[in-house]
């Protein structure tokens, strides 16, 4: 830093052209392409007597380049949310209330979750809930992209569209669970113990994590004339 300062102070009118590597009013924005930073100014050569011009048109040129994309997304959010109300919502407020919390809530999950060939009583379930509460959040996260593609749960009950299904599977004992995201469903066969369904649950969520996947799998079984469980190709 000190180098540079010095090297900067050192620059005279003789020495600009040869340090400083910009010839015209224009500057390479974001998407890398050149762009002048004031009208006509591919035509303006950068000099040591306008260079201070040049960098007060420079700054507010970067700043203001995302200005027709920022419009937009206020138009897409003022469609839905009064823009009045944004004068009283802090930045962390607007991003929860749209996305939803970081932090996976349990207690929600559980007040939408519905069982298929089983009930809370079940082995697999009451394993399954001890597992989910020792997991940690990133843990909490992984699963629900791995059951549903979304990383986060609605703030409010109200906004969950779509309840999180558990079901239980023939699949081979102590395999690895299955999901539908389109059904926000985790398919979970038969465990011998709580550890080895931990085991399995937690390799499936951190290593299987690309929803992508399903159409190149959908096409693989299709050429392998294979079914899957529920009798969807």
């Known amino acids: 830093k000190q180098w540079y300062q010095r090297r900067v102070r050192g620059i005279t009118s003789e020495s600009f052209g040869s340090v400083i590597p910009i010839e015209r009013y224009h500057i390479q924005n974001s998407n890398g392409t050149l762009a002048p930073i004031v009208p006509g100014g ?10 201070k011009i040049f960098a007060v048109n420079a700054l507010h040129s970067r700043i203001e380049e995302s200005d027709a994309q920022i419009e937009a997304i206020l138009e897409g959010l003022a469609s839905i949310i009064p ?12 991003e929860e209330w749209v996305c939803g919390k970081p932090e996976i809530d349990l207690a929600l999950l559980q007040k939408i979750v519905r069982y298929r060939d089983m009930d809370r009583t079940h082995n697999l379930v009451e394993w399954f809930w001890r597992i989910m509460n020792r997991f940690s959040n990133d843990d909490r996260v992984a699963l629900m992209r791995f059951v549903s593609g979304r990383s986060r749960l609605p703030t ?3 906004d969950v569209s779509q309840r999180f299904q558990i079901m239980k599977t023939d699949k081979s004992k102590d395999g690895l669970p299955t999901a539908q995201t389109c059904f926000f469903q985790l398919r979970l066969p038969d465990y011998t ?3 080895v369904m931990e085991e399995k649950l937690r390799y499936a969520i951190h290593n ?26």
Do not use: H, W
């Open 42 to 51: 591919e035509d303006i050569k950068l000099t040591f007597g306008n260079r």
């Open 83 to 94: 823009v009045p109300l944004f004068r009283f919502m802090t930045a962390e407020a607007l």
């Open 156 to 158: 409010d009950i109200a």
């Open 193 to 195: 113990s709580e550890a």
């Open 208 to 233: 299987c994590r690309s929803i992508d996947m399903d159409n190149y799998m959908l096409a693989r079984n299709v050429d392998n004339g294979q079914m899957l469980d529920d009798g969807i190709i």
